[in-house]
């Protein structure tokens, strides 16, 4: 149920995101200074930022980056977790405690201020966000899928599927790769969340994306000094991205307590 | 009731309501950045706190105006400088102000130099206030300067910190602070916690009229909105220094009738600097085209919220009379399309660069879009590049204009001139902005020798002109600096250098 | 116990080995030299021989690897260099930042804590109880929602608007309030799940269930026997939350002006003063190990099933 409910309030913002700057005649990267700081009304109907830009349209678009750039950081941490954590399973011995040991690695450097560091010392872009958040992002999703391999292959059915000599492939498409599935998807559903935070928490420090393009997290940084003067320019992506991770955390509950991880 | 009481509970232990109770007593400030710097510092704290003052400082255009010297005076065609002390000036120890604890300073600048600072760095600067002096003494109550060379504005040059005097004793023999500075302002240091707070108590020995606070604390808080928070909860009873406000606050916090906001021109100045050491900003043309297609006037309203004037020559009007005031700066994208025209349209998008060091400061994001959009318009595409580090992206030349704001606390013209745009000058070479003209650094050479106030502004007027033409680096905005205090604080004044006189605050009666 | 100690020693040895080799890495191999950095930090023009000396002075002439060595040697005597902005030695500073830090950790840890077992005994007693889902599904809902809202939330509200507390700073007991607040409620969360599903976990052991069927009350089987098998789990998830909480406090403190570690950080990185940002990174890294082998350390001693794994 609350599962449900998150998923259709995520298709609702992706909706959003994707369909609003279709909609609107606004170039949200357009300045034009005549229309600046315009209040809400008929033709714009969240009012426009500092530099006259359609506040909507500009939180659609911004929403769009960020959702693009924590999926696809998901996806390449998901991806390499995966890999990582059934390769060891499988494996064992010394990969095993190799995987362990990088984790324990990674648990242990405090990872927004690194990816600061990172970000800091690279210059300011898509691959630098990725490069700071992906070294410290796999491990959740690889731990996961370790220990989920380990218990299956260990499972009676699978040792037999092993003892007549079925190839890695098989036995990873027809037997691990099914049961560990569910547990990643948790896991990856989770890391969306974190990663969502992490990327706007970046933007927020003013270690984001360049120029024009922006993220909520950088909305909501660039409108703080407006906090007073015009608050909606921060409440407005705030509120996105506030129901954006809410939705993403109801569906990663309701996973959780599906899969009792 | 039980709320207003459990508030007034929580505020009373968390030692937040300042003036509660003994108003008049306590003052509570918050800067930026931490205004003291500590011992390794060749100053101890900045000049906004009063704890220490100067022979000379500047008024609010730049002009030497006397500090601790009363008066001076020059002879020998400007190779002998005498100052007078003012009389009757006691440090905070009680020992009395003498030429001699002058002269102490001024050989123990002369024997650490060069040094880092938070503040002022004792560098190249320092090398054109004291590079020229062959000797300096105590000479019948008055400190005299003799000079290798004739300077014509010494007293400008030692403005500020470079003529900080503190009592000989609060330095060891090698020049190092022995403890706490010990200087001759209204106020004292008496307590420092490093990135957090600096606790001033009156200076008993103070020569002028008694400070009207007991106690200044003044506050470090980085975040600009964290600082207006603080202001807004009633935790401080004020804002100041460099960067106090930012521009896109000043309006809501002006419009709160609890609150006074005193705007005065500064000596920040946002320039815009090209590479003309590639193409295309290497064709004098489409420098002139970039020039004419931004609005300066928008950018000053609108982007930086009326708290800066439009740019137009090198020199910022808080340069006074030295700042050329026929120079104008057109906004003439008709013009700047035809420029382009004539020149060809460049082959790739022009980089504008910006260092996210500044972003945080001022609204350097949104002024980089609107340079992107205008530039574009007349026929220049372009994108924004912001770079933590922008010395190694600029070395690399991997720019066509930056976009950045500069200072010069003392209203030293010659320093920035030789230090920006000189051939040899160390911006204009590692950064590669390519600017060579053999004419500009002869009337550079010839203004700094000369000792005729008259003659001497001519020609800046026409170093400005030159530059007018030239385009290496354009103004684009003067920067005034907010700040802010409740109205319950009076006597809020503050010079072109971000200086607040903290002995004159008073409580508004 | 003894091999089991000694084994984990040794792998604790190794990883923070390893973590050591990363932050070197981390800030050496950062481009620019820091040498020329330093010396124009004050606007100074560097010379060539000015150049070389400070390079000497740092020991940027030499290899690699014997920099390690040497960096470690005084790491390991608690010398963490000295700061590219104002050349202050770090370690001093990181100290006297350090109990600012913990203390808003462990104020935000009390908040994650609290909350969590709360809610989740809520949960246990009664499942179907409106206020305990409702509580679980705003800690869900905060955790999605990242702290720099929550505590610019804060402060408009709380600080600004209702002048309740204040808005940061280290003034006195209630600023710590707020700041952990914000903190620990972006904890809770995980905190929360977890528990819970320990605790529904262990009311479905044998045990427990005994207990309730010899008529003790509810309230007495979850409090006293099912918490006390959750709890291990728990005090893992607390300790790790805690880790996270460290680490998570460069945008709380930035945000409230909080004069801890994580804001000097946040400084060092802006300023690029790279000494400060490697020392932060190592200490927060070294103290993220030690609590997790300390907890399992404990937990061990406590329960005698985890020390044969």
Same mark, same amino acid.
């Given at each position: 149920?609350?599962?449900?409910?998150?998923?259709?309030?995520?298709?609702?913002?992706? &909706?959003?995101?994707?369909?609003?700057?279709?909609? /609107?005649?606004?170039?949200?990267?357009?300045?034009?200074?005549?229309?600046?700081? +315009?209040?809400?009304?008929?033709?714009? =109907?969240?009012?426009?930022?500092?530099?006259?830009?359609?506040?909507?349209?500009?939180?659609?678009?911004?929403?769009?980056?960020?959702?693009?750039?924590?999926?696809?950081?998901?996806?390449?941490?998901?991806?390499?977790?995966?890999?990582?954590? /059934?390769?060891?399973?499988?494996?064992?011995?010394?990969?095993?405690?190799?995987?362990?040991?990088?984790?324990?690695?990674? &648990?242990?450097?405090?990872?927004? /201020? +690194?990816?600061?560091?990172?970000?800091?010392? &690279?210059?300011?872009?898509?691959?630098?966000?990725?490069?700071?958040?992906?070294?410290?992002? =796999?491990?959740?999703?690889?731990?996961?899928?370790?220990?989920?391999?380990?218990?299956?292959?260990?499972?009676?059915?699978?040792?037999?599927?092993?003892?007549?000599?079925?190839?890695?492939?098989?036995?990873?498409?027809?037997?691990?790769?099914?049961?560990?599935?569910? !547990?990643?998807?948790?896991?990856?559903?989770?890391?969306?969340?974190?990663?969502?935070?992490?990327?706007?928490?970046?933007?927020?420090?003013?270690?984001?994306?360049? !120029?024009?393009?922006?993220? =909520?997290?950088?909305?909501?940084?660039?409108?703080?000094?407006?906090?007073?003067?015009?608050?909606?320019?921060?409440?407005? !992506?705030?509120?996105?991205?506030?129901?954006?991770?809410?939705?993403?955390?109801?569906?990663?509950?309701?996973?959780?307590?599906?899969?009792? &991880? | 009731?039980?709320?207003?009481?459990?508030?007034?509970?929580?505020?009373?232990?968390?030692?937040?309501?300042?003036?509660?109770?003994?108003?008049?007593?306590?003052?509570?400030?918050?800067?930026?950045?931490?205004?003291?710097?500590?011992?390794?510092?060749?100053?101890?704290?900045?000049?906004?706190?009063?704890?220490?003052?100067?022979?000379?400082?500047? @008024?609010?255009?730049?002009?030497?105006?006397?500090?601790?010297?009363?008066?001076?005076?020059?002879?020998?065609?400007?190779?002998?400088?005498? #100052?007078?002390?003012?009389?009757?000036?006691?440090?905070?120890?009680?020992?009395?102000?003498?030429?001699?604890?002058?002269?102490?300073?001024?050989?123990?600048?002369?024997?650490?130099?060069?040094?880092?600072?938070?503040?002022?760095?004792?560098?190249?600067?320092?090398?054109?206030?004291?590079?020229?002096?062959? @000797?300096?003494?105590?000479?019948?109550?008055?400190?005299?300067?003799?000079?290798?060379?004739?300077?014509?504005?010494? *007293?400008?040059?030692?403005?500020?910190?470079?003529?900080?005097?503190?009592?000989?004793?609060?330095?060891?023999?090698?020049?190092?602070?022995?403890?706490?500075?010990?200087?001759?302002?209204?106020?004292?240091?008496?307590?420092?916690?490093?990135?957090?707070?600096?606790?001033?108590?009156?200076?008993?020995?103070?020569?002028?009229?008694?400070?009207?606070?007991?106690?200044?604390?003044?506050?470090?808080? *980085?975040?600009?909105?964290?600082?207006?928070?603080?202001?807004?909860?009633?935790?401080?009873?004020?804002?100041?220094?460099?960067?106090?406000?930012?521009?896109?606050?000043?309006?809501?916090?002006?419009?709160?009738?609890?609150?006074?906001?005193?705007?005065?021109? $500064?000596?920040?100045?946002?320039?815009?600097?090209?590479?003309? $050491?590639?193409?295309? #900003?290497?064709?004098?043309?489409?420098?002139?085209?970039?020039?004419?297609?931004?609005?300066?006037?928008?950018?000053?309203?609108?982007?930086?919220?009326?708290?800066?004037?439009?740019?137009?020559? #090198?020199?910022?009007?808080?340069?006074?009379?030295?700042?050329?005031?026929?120079?104008?700066?057109?906004?003439?994208?008709?013009?700047?399309?035809?420029?382009?025209?004539?020149?060809?349209?460049?082959?790739?998008?022009?980089?504008?660069?910006?260092?996210?060091?500044?972003?945080?400061?001022?609204?350097?994001?949104?002024?980089?879009?609107?340079?992107?959009?205008?530039?574009?318009?007349?026929?220049?595409?372009?994108?924004?590049?912001?770079?933590?580090?922008?010395?190694?992206?600029?070395?690399?030349?991997?720019? @066509?204009?930056?976009?950045?704001?500069?200072?010069?606390?003392?209203?030293?013209?010659?320093?920035?001139?030789?230090?920006?745009?000189?051939?040899?000058?160390?911006?204009?070479?590692?950064?590669?902005?390519?600017?060579?003209?053999?004419?500009?650094?002869?009337?550079?050479?010839?203004?700094?020798?000369?000792?005729?106030?008259?003659?001497?502004?001519?020609?800046?007027?026409?170093?400005?002109?030159?530059?007018?033409?030239?385009?290496?680096?354009?103004?684009?905005?003067?920067?005034?600096?907010?700040?802010?205090?409740?109205?319950?604080?009076?006597?809020?004044?503050?010079?072109?250098?971000?200086?607040?006189?903290?002995?004159?605050?008073?409580?508004?009666? | 116990?003894?091999?089991?100690?000694?084994?984990?020693?040794?792998?604790?040895?190794?990883?923070?080995?390893?973590?050591?080799?990363?932050?070197?890495?981390?800030?050496?191999?950062?481009?620019?030299?820091?040498?020329?950095?330093?010396?124009?930090?004050?606007?100074?023009?560097?010379?060539?021989?000015?150049?070389?000396?400070?390079?000497?002075?740092?020991?940027?002439?030499?290899?690699?690897?014997?920099?390690?060595?040497?960096?470690?040697?005084?790491?390991?005597?608690?010398?963490?260099?000295?700061?590219?902005?104002?050349?202050?030695?770090?370690?001093?500073?990181?100290?006297?930042?350090?109990?600012?830090?913990? %203390?808003?950790?462990?104020?935000?840890?009390?908040?994650?804590?609290?909350?969590?077992?709360?809610?989740?005994?809520?949960?246990?007693?009664?499942?179907?109880?409106?206020?305990?889902?409702?509580?679980?599904?705003?800690?869900?809902?905060?955790?999605?929602?990242?702290?720099?809202?929550?505590?610019?939330?804060?402060?408009?509200?709380?600080?600004?608007?209702?002048?309740?507390?204040?808005?940061?700073?280290?003034?006195?007991?209630?600023?710590?309030?707020?700041?952990?607040?914000?903190?620990?409620?972006?904890?809770?969360?995980?905190?929360? %799940?977890?528990?819970?599903?320990?605790?529904?976990?262990?009311?479905?052991?044998?045990?427990?269930?005994?207990?309730?069927?010899?008529?003790?009350?509810?309230?007495?089987?979850?409090?006293?026997?099912?918490?006390?098998?959750?709890?291990?789990?728990?005090?893992?998830?607390?300790?790790?939350?805690?880790?996270?909480?460290?680490?998570?406090?460069?945008?709380?403190?930035?945000?409230?002006?909080?004069?801890?570690?994580?804001?000097?950080?946040?400084?060092?990185?802006?300023?690029?003063?790279?000494?400060?940002?490697?020392?932060?990174?190592?200490?927060?890294?070294?103290?993220?190990?030690?609590?997790?082998?300390?907890?399992?350390?404990?937990?061990?001693?406590?329960?005698?099933?985890?020390?044969?794994?």
């Amino acid at each position: 149920m609350r599962g449900r409910a998150g998923a259709a309030l995520f298709v609702l913002v992706v &909706l959003f995101c994707l369909l609003t700057p279709m909609l /609107t005649e606004y170039d949200p990267s357009r300045p034009d200074l005549g229309r600046a700081l +315009l209040p809400p009304g008929p033709g714009h =109907w969240l009012g426009t930022d500092q530099l006259g830009r359609d506040l909507l349209t500009r939180t659609a678009t911004a929403g769009r980056t960020s959702l693009l750039v924590a999926f696809a950081i998901t996806a390449v941490t998901t991806a390499l977790g995966t890999i990582a954590g /059934t390769a060891a399973g499988l494996a064992g011995g010394l990969a095993d405690r190799l995987l362990r040991f990088a984790a324990t690695v990674a &648990l242990a450097l405090p990872g927004l /201020t +690194l990816a600061l560091a990172l970000a800091g010392v &690279l210059r300011p872009g898509y691959l630098t966000v990725l490069i700071a958040l992906v070294p410290l992002g =796999w491990v959740s999703c690889g731990l996961v899928a370790h220990t989920a391999t380990r218990q299956v292959a260990s499972a009676d059915h699978v040792v037999a599927v092993r003892a007549i000599g079925a190839s890695p492939f098989y036995l990873l498409r027809r037997t691990i790769g099914p049961y560990i599935a569910g !547990p990643v998807l948790t896991v990856a559903t989770a890391d969306l969340a974190r990663t969502l935070i992490a990327v706007t928490s970046l933007s927020f420090l003013g270690i984001g994306l360049p !120029p024009p393009d922006t993220d =909520w997290g950088g909305m909501v940084s660039e409108a703080t000094p407006l906090l007073v003067a015009a608050p909606r320019l921060a409440v407005v !992506p705030a509120v996105a991205l506030a129901v954006t991770g809410l939705a993403v955390a109801l569906v990663a509950d309701a996973r959780r307590e599906l899969s009792a &991880l | 009731m039980l709320m207003a009481l459990l508030g007034m509970t929580l505020a009373g232990c968390g030692g937040q309501e300042p003036g509660a109770g003994q108003a008049g007593t306590q003052l509570t400030l918050a800067a930026p950045r931490d205004l003291v710097a500590g011992p390794a510092d060749p100053y101890y704290t900045h000049q906004t706190l009063r704890v220490w003052e100067p022979l000379v400082t500047v @008024d609010d255009r730049l002009r030497p105006v006397p500090a601790l010297a009363a008066s001076w005076a020059v002879a020998d065609g400007g190779r002998r400088w005498t #100052f007078t002390l003012r009389e009757g000036v006691r440090f905070s120890d009680g020992t009395p102000l003498t030429a001699e604890a002058a002269v102490a300073n001024v050989e123990r600048f002369l024997r650490i130099a060069p040094r880092q600072s938070a503040f002022f760095s004792l560098d190249a600067g320092m090398e054109a206030a004291y590079g020229k002096v062959a @000797d300096v003494r105590a000479e019948g109550g008055k400190v005299v300067f003799d000079l290798k060379e004739a300077v014509a504005d010494l *007293p400008g040059r030692l403005a500020g910190f470079y003529s900080m005097i503190q009592s000989p004793k609060a330095f060891a023999a090698s020049g190092e602070f022995a403890g706490k500075p010990v200087g001759t302002g209204p106020y004292t240091l008496v307590e420092w916690a490093k990135g957090q707070r600096a606790v001033l108590a009156a200076n008993p020995h103070y020569y002028g009229a008694a400070p009207a606070y007991d106690k200044i604390v003044v506050r470090v808080i *980085p975040d600009a909105n964290a600082r207006v928070a603080a202001l807004r909860a009633g935790e401080v009873d004020g804002l100041i220094d460099k960067g106090a406000l930012l521009p896109g606050q000043v309006a809501a916090v002006a419009g709160d009738s609890g609150f006074r906001v005193v705007r005065s021109p $500064s000596v920040l100045t946002h320039y815009l600097t090209f590479n003309a $050491s590639r193409k295309p #900003f290497s064709d004098a043309r489409l420098r002139e085209a970039a020039d004419l297609a931004v609005d300066r006037r928008a950018i000053a309203a609108k982007l930086l919220a009326g708290t800066a004037e439009a740019g137009a020559g #090198f020199l910022s009007p808080a340069f006074g009379d030295l700042a050329d005031p026929g120079i104008t700066a057109a906004h003439d994208p008709g013009r700047a399309r035809e420029l382009v025209a004539a020149a060809g349209p460049p082959a790739g998008p022009v980089t504008i660069l910006i260092s996210s060091a500044e972003t945080g400061q001022f609204p350097y994001t949104d002024i980089a879009e609107v340079l992107r959009v205008s530039l574009e318009q007349v026929g220049l595409p372009a994108k924004v590049t912001v770079a933590e580090a922008t010395k190694s992206v600029m070395e690399a030349g991997d720019y @066509d204009l930056f976009l950045s704001a500069y200072s010069v606390p003392n209203g030293d013209a010659d320093y920035l001139f030789r230090r920006f745009l000189r051939s040899d000058a160390s911006w204009n070479v590692e950064r590669g902005l390519g600017y060579r003209n053999a004419r500009f650094d002869e009337l550079v050479d010839q203004a700094a020798a000369l000792t005729d106030p008259a003659a001497r502004r001519e020609l800046y007027h026409r170093i400005q002109r030159l530059l007018a033409t030239d385009r290496p680096m354009v103004a684009l905005a003067y920067q005034d600096n907010p700040i802010v205090t409740t109205t319950k604080v009076s006597g809020v004044t503050q010079n072109v250098a971000y200086i607040v006189d903290l002995g004159k605050l008073a409580p508004r009666k | 116990m003894t091999a089991l100690l000694l084994r984990r020693g040794a792998e604790l040895l190794l990883v923070l080995l390893a973590l050591s080799v990363l932050v070197f890495l981390l800030t050496s191999l950062a481009p620019g030299d820091p040498a020329e950095e330093i010396l124009r930090r004050g606007g100074i023009q560097p010379t060539a021989a000015g150049v070389a000396a400070m390079r000497a002075e740092l020991g940027l002439d030499q290899p690699l690897f014997s920099r390690y060595l040497r960096w470690l040697r005084d790491v390991l005597r608690g010398d963490l260099g000295r700061s590219y902005a104002d050349r202050s030695p770090v370690a001093a500073e990181i100290l006297t930042r350090l109990p600012a830090t913990l %203390r808003l950790a462990v104020a935000a840890a009390a908040v994650a804590v609290g909350l969590a077992v709360l809610a989740a005994l809520r949960g246990a007693f009664r499942p179907r109880a409106l206020d305990g889902r409702a509580l679980a599904l705003v800690t869900v809902a905060i955790a999605g929602i990242p702290p720099y809202i929550v505590g610019i939330l804060l402060i408009s509200v709380v600080a600004v608007g209702l002048r309740v507390l204040p808005t940061g700073g280290d003034g006195g007991p209630g600023a710590v309030v707020l700041p952990a607040l914000t903190l620990g409620l972006a904890g809770a969360a995980t905190l929360l %799940r977890l528990l819970r599903a320990d605790l529904a976990r262990a009311l479905r052991l044998p045990f427990v269930k005994l207990a309730a069927v010899k008529g003790l009350r509810r309230r007495r089987t979850v409090a006293v026997h099912a918490l006390r098998v959750a709890a291990p789990n728990a005090i893992t998830a607390g300790s790790l939350v805690l880790a996270e909480l460290l680490a998570g406090a460069v945008v709380v403190e930035t945000l409230f002006a909080w004069p801890g570690v994580g804001q000097l950080a946040v400084t060092a990185i802006r300023q690029r003063d790279l000494p400060v940002v490697q020392a932060y990174v190592l200490v927060i890294g070294v103290a993220t190990v030690l609590l997790l082998a300390l907890t399992e350390l404990c937990l061990a001693a406590l329960d005698p099933r985890l020390r044969r794994r």
